[in-house]
């Protein structure tokens, strides 16, 4: 777009002005409309039953962990041995919490763990069926997305 002078006298019209108007109010439209990330709505999967499917792993097809959590507690039992584990759930914001000083409650533990490790979730998309979220560790150099639903 060019840049034009409104002066007194010119011979630029009033539809040429209300022109070059318009396209700002466009780009200004635009600039500020996608600079705006929607944050998820993870308030509607701070408390709940979820699942996560274990079909991506070799031999586990139609195995699944089911999340329970509430207030500070999530609680996980897993559908190959009924093994049921529980860690305390601190949120350090909107959309991301950390799992530690996880509990055997029923089952034996299938992996070791140390008192201090810890788990970071990170939610990033929230649909009425499912979230979706990066998982971290203190204790392993992988970030792993996964895809949990809400039950």
């Known amino acids: 777009m060019e840049s034009r002078s409104y002066e007194r006298g010119s011979e ?3 539809g040429d002005a209300i022109e070059d108007m318009k396209w700002l ?3 200004f439209t635009f600039l500020t409309s996608s600079s705006f990330v929607q944050e998820p709505d ?3 999967v701070k408390n709940g039953t979820f699942s996560i499917p274990l079909d991506n792993i070799d031999g586990m097809e139609g195995q699944y962990t089911r999340l329970q959590r509430k207030g500070g507690y999530q609680t996980e039992t897993t559908s190959i041995d009924d093994s049921e584990s529980r860690y305390s ?3 350090i914001d909107d959309c991301t919490y950390l799992l530690f000083d996880k509990k055997m409650i029923s089952g034996t533990k299938r992996v070791p763990s140390k008192p201090t490790d810890t788990l970071k979730v990170e939610i990033f998309n929230v649909t009425d069926e499912f979230y979706e979220a990066y998982v ?3 204790f392993a ?3 792993l997305e996964a895809k949990i639903f809400i039950e």
Do not use: E, L
Request: with cysteine.
């Open 42 to 44: 993870c308030q509607r």
């Open 12 to 14: 630029i019209g009033i």
């Open 25 to 27: 109010f466009i780009i």
């Open 89 to 91: 759930v601190k949120w």
């Open 136 to 138: 971290s560790s203190n």
């Open 141 to 143: 150099d992988m970030k």
